[in-house]
């Protein structure tokens, strides 16, 4: 009963927002790719490369969630060259991450289908995979639901919630905790997330505390003539401090503006990399740079001697790669809740992010601790510590230094997470 009220609600509310999604459509591409795909209608004879052999089917909401799966399935393909992956995303952004790293470690790639009853059942009946494993904190409760019926076994990996999360689940036990029923396995990334699991109504010897996956991300090796053109492409010359502002948001970019323009004035040479988090903002992110009157350019319109825009995806990591210090946003405005930090710390790189954390607060603790990155409660702060980084090389490589060390000792989550995916494939 509680899942064919959420099933009307769910149709009502579509319905209702039909509309203005019929708009969004005829303005923008963004909202017709793959809409097909989401009511389950996918190419024909995508299914028929599923039969005959074990599926997995992972899901991961957009770019960061799909990074993290990388290392697990890099280890799942390792380790079980005849496995059949399915792998699903929400956003256009996470999709074409996908199609750039998970090149020869899936099978197929489609939009998550709509959390409709009949649509989930649809595809569940027709890829009949062994087990469905999504990406930290996406919950879909007639997907559960539907797999849980069909006897396909629910794997959270690299499971995470939010303090803010844990409450509302909490708040709507009466219909979440049969939705949490349905896990058959928490991969919790810290003990705490796995007793926040626990209050939300997944059973506790269902509970891992694996670890986070993303200390096991490898970026492909980046090559350092290679880095080296890309930097020149981008009109960086060799010797200048570059200050890199990776994955912003609204609020953010402003700040980052009337920080730098004051670094220049103690930093000689000083470029700032500019990276929006979303596409889609690429427009309004020059327009703030214009109107601070700093000369810029786009990284799609050649070199400049100004700030660089870096308008494309799948290019920031190069730039983390070469970068002196490094800022991750989504950390310094409410609401969001951070991004990955160990990218740039990966590559021995200071990082620097905001106070505004959820997901990644763990990671922000541990940096700070081991003396690799700091964060900042606001725009004087963050243009101290900038200064105190950029005007004294020594410190700038040791945090680099400790920033690298604490990915390096906190690796080993992929496998422990791989092995707990393996429990529930049949004949293994």
């Known amino acids: 009963m509680k899942n064919l009220l959420y099933d009307i609600l769910l149709h009502i509310s579509i319905l209702i927002a039909a509309p203005y999604f019929f708009f969004k459509m005829l303005t923008s591409h963004k909202y017709r790719h ?8 996918y190419p024909a004879g995508l299914f028929d490369r599923f039969r005959g052999g074990r599926t ?3 899901h991961a909401i957009s770019v960061g969630e799909t990074k993290a799966a990388v290392p697990v399935l890099r280890a799942l393909r390792q380790r079980h060259p005849g496995l059949h992956i399915f792998f699903s995303t929400v956003t256009q952004t996470g999709r074409r991450t996908a ?5 020869g470690l899936i099978d197929g790639l489609v939009y998550f289908p709509l959390d409709l009853s009949w ?5 569940i009946r027709r890829l009949k995979p062994a087990v469905f494993v999504t990406v930290e904190k996406d919950i879909w409760p007639n997907t559960f639901t539907r797999l849980a019926s069909a006897g396909v076994p629910v794997v959270i990996i690299n499971g995470t919630l939010s303090d803010r999360s844990a409450r509302r689940f909490e708040r709507f036990g009466f219909f979440f905790k049969d939705v949490f029923g349905c896990v058959s396995a928490f991969c919790a990334r810290t003990p705490e997330d796995g007793t926040k699991a626990a209050l939300v109504g997944i059973a506790p010897e269902r509970i891992h505390t694996t670890g986070n996956i993303k200390f096991d991300i490898h970026p492909a090796a980046i090559d350092k003539k290679a880095a080296g053109v890309f930097a020149a492409a981008l009109g960086l010359r060799q010797g200048e401090p570059v200050f890199t502002a990776g994955s912003t948001h609204a609020g953010e970019e402003e700040t980052i503006l009337r920080v730098y323009a004051q670094l220049l004035r103690r930093v000689e040479g000083l470029r700032l990399v500019l990276a929006p988090r979303h596409p889609e903002r690429f427009n309004e992110a020059e327009a703030l740079v214009k109107k601070s009157g700093l000369a810029y350019g786009r990284r799609t319109q050649g070199p400049t001697d ?3 825009i870096l308008d494309t995806v799948g290019e920031l990591m190069t730039v983390w790669s070469f970068t002196d210090v490094a800022f991750v946003g989504g950390s310094l405005v409410p609401g ?3 991004h990955n930090l160990l990218e740039p710390a990966f590559f021995g790189r200071p990082v620097v992010c905001g106070t505004h954390l959820s997901a990644y607060l763990s990671m922000a603790e541990l940096l700070e601790a081991a003396g690799g990155g700091g964060r900042v409660a606001d725009e004087a702060a963050l243009l101290d510590t900038l200064t105190q980084i950029l005007t004294d090389k020594g410190r700038c490589v040791r945090m680099g230094a400790a920033a690298k060390s604490v990915v390096e000792a906190n ?13 529930f494939m049949p004949g293994v």
């Open 306 to 308: 100004g700030v660089v």
């Open 99 to 103: 199609e750039q790293e998970c090149q």
């Open 56 to 58: 997995v089917w992972f």
């Open 119 to 123: 649509v989930v059942a649809s595809v």
């Open 336 to 338: 969001i809740g951070g």
């Open 411 to 423: 690796r080993g989550a992929a496998v422990k997470t791989v092995e707990i995916i393996e429990g």
């Open 34 to 41: 793959g809409l097909m795909e989401r009511f389950g209608i």
